[in-house]
């Protein structure tokens, strides 16, 4: 599975309009509570990502299905969360397919539980070695590709 969700980033009307500052706002419609923004474009694209992979740890934490990304609609951009996060959901998702616990999972690996917890938790940093052991305990491998950034769309002058 990808981890990417089509994403609105809207530049910030209100902001401008009170402080004459340039900012966005980002929405996943797809994923919620996931609303970010940023005082220019890319900052805005970096920090929906992050935000998307702390959403997206939401529904890990509280042992929900990942929602599925739908197409994108006109004026929306493609967001990726940070490949550490995608390799942990990978594992999450396989988990969850397999209908395999964290204890299952420690037990293959030869892990606490509390290692395991560490390694489905985004916001963690887990050496990706031992990811990619968990993915290959749950018969799964990883793949990584790359796209295009988002690019900011046309200035649209405020009144």
Not at 47 to 69: E, I, N, Q, R, W
Not at 75 to 97: D, F, N, T
Request: glycine share 6%; net charge negative; hydrophobic share 40%.
């Amino acid at each position: 599975m990808r981890y990417s969700y089509p994403c609105l980033i809207e530049r910030d009307v209100d902001e401008f309009r009170a402080s004459g500052r340039e900012a966005y706002v980002a929405t996943f419609r797809d994923v919620e509570p996931a609303i970010t923004g940023g005082w220019s474009w890319m900052e805005t694209v970096n920090m929906a990502s992050d935000c998307l992979g702390v959403a997206l740890g939401f529904y890990v934490s509280d042992g929900k299905d990942l929602p599925t990304p739908t197409p994108m609609k006109s004026g929306e951009v493609l967001i990726s969360v940070p490949p550490l996060v995608a390799s942990k959901l990978a594992v999450y998702c396989a988990m969850r397919e397999q209908r395999m616990t964290r204890s299952d999972l420690a037990e293959r690996l030869n892990l606490d539980d509390e290692q395991v917890r560490r390694l489905l938790d985004p916001r963690y940093r887990t050496h990706m070695t031992t990811v990619q052991r968990a993915l290959s305990a749950l018969g799964r491998s990883l793949v990584v590709e790359d796209h295009a950034l988002a690019s900011p769309p046309e200035t649209v002058a405020i009144d």
